[in-house]
């Protein structure tokens, strides 16, 4: 193993344990009150967590983040807490790209803080066609200013940076702005009652007249957003990964102790099987996504496609291997606890980050275009 590879071991071990300290023992009490876990991004960024990632844009400090990611995910427990955790640090790798030295001066100290990010894509016509927008942007000179709503923003209603995208005046251009809350223009609608990732609080906002900075210039919007979401993407399956871990180490305990026609449960082929299952699709996952890192990280022209595949059989591979720890389980996979809870934050993973139907669409149009 190489000192980079013990260093990313050592990552992920010491993050495993955090994360099995201070996120895990409040994910089943704050999905139930609908409450992102803040105590436990407070002492992350205290830790100087996100120090590395705001000083510096090189791969190395990013593949340390993907270890340290991949350690808090094998035993968090709590889907809501990881998704933040990777929206914040691809908000991060797009102010190192597209923010002026001024607007950095503005957001550097308030990501050194762990102010909360939050992108708003969707509206209440399009969804997260981003190029459907009918959100106004208007340059003003010193300031441009946003009109419109947006939808199943998370973290909506406590984000201190907002990131929207809208069609600029004139150009008819997808523009992104970057703006501060609290202010008069933003105003957040209550937060959503969802099915599941209950500790991501989401709600729609409505712009009037809110005041903002131009991120990337003008008509930039597109490639803010394919930035931010090509890293997103290919991470998503590095932690689906992990999450189920810890149900895993409990349903083979379970099954270890459970007797059916005189043997262990863990004996009888059909388990053995959907064990045999979960394990095929966890290194499966692990191994596809990784691959689609190494592309976005490279900036290779496979980035997006590789994205797409990762993002798809990840999370519907995440919602099978949930859907066999509960049957697994039997009546008690059927209870309130960790399988119950992930298996209903797999709904809500298919749709971050982009629905499925809009990945298969980028991989159909790909195909397309670039036949053998």
């Not at 099995?20 to 967590?49: C, I, M, Y």
Request: net charge negative; proline share 4%.
């Amino acid at each position: 193993m190489s000192i980079r590879s013990e260093h990313q071991a050592a990552l992920r071990r010491q993050y495993a344990d955090w994360a099995r300290t201070h996120v895990a023992p409040q994910a089943e009490s704050l999905d139930s009150s609908n409450q992102f876990n803040h105590l436990a991004w407070q002492d992350l960024t205290q830790k100087g967590f996100w120090e590395p990632l705001i000083d510096s844009d090189q791969p190395d400090v990013w593949w340390d983040f993907v270890a340290c990611a991949q350690g808090m995910a094998s035993t968090a427990l709590d889907s809501g807490f990881m998704l933040t955790l990777v929206a914040q640090a691809a908000w991060i790798r797009a102010v190192h790209r597209f923010a002026s030295e001024h607007q950095k001066q503005v957001l550097i100290p308030l990501l050194r803080g762990g102010a909360l990010t939050a992108v708003g894509i969707a509206e209440p016509h399009g969804g997260t066609d981003a190029f459907s927008a009918e959100t106004s942007m208007e340059d003003q000179g010193e300031h441009w200013i946003a009109t419109g709503e947006k939808t199943n923003i998370a973290h909506g209603p406590t984000a201190r940076l907002l990131l929207v995208t809208g069609k600029a005046q004139g150009s008819g251009k997808l523009t992104a702005l970057v703006l501060e809350a609290p202010q008069p223009g933003i105003s957040a609608l209550p937060p959503d009652e969802k099915m599941g990732m209950r500790t991501l609080p989401t709600s729609s906002l409505v712009l009037k007249v809110a005041e903002g900075m131009c991120l990337g210039g003008k008509d930039q919007g597109r490639n803010v957003l394919h930035h931010i979401g090509l890293f997103a993407r290919a991470t998503y399956g590095l932690l689906l990964s992990q999450l189920p871990l810890p149900v895993l180490d409990e349903t083979l305990g379970w099954l270890s102790d459970r007797h059916s026609l005189g043997i262990p449960l863990s004996s009888h082929q059909h388990v053995q099987r959907h064990l045999s299952d979960i394990d095929v699709a966890l290194q499966t996952m692990e191994s596809v996504s990784m691959d689609a890192m190494r592309h976005v990280m490279n900036q290779t022209p496979e980035a997006t496609r590789m994205a797409s595949v990762a993002k798809i059989y990840s999370c519907q591979a995440f919602l099978d291997a949930m859907t066999s720890l509960c049957a697994l389980q039997g009546s008690m996979g059927y209870q309130r606890g960790a399988a119950e809870r992930l298996l209903r934050d797999a709904h809500g993973w298919r749709n971050v980050g982009g629905t499925e139907e809009m990945h298969r669409l980028i991989l159909a149009q790909n195909r397309l275009s670039h036949p053998r």
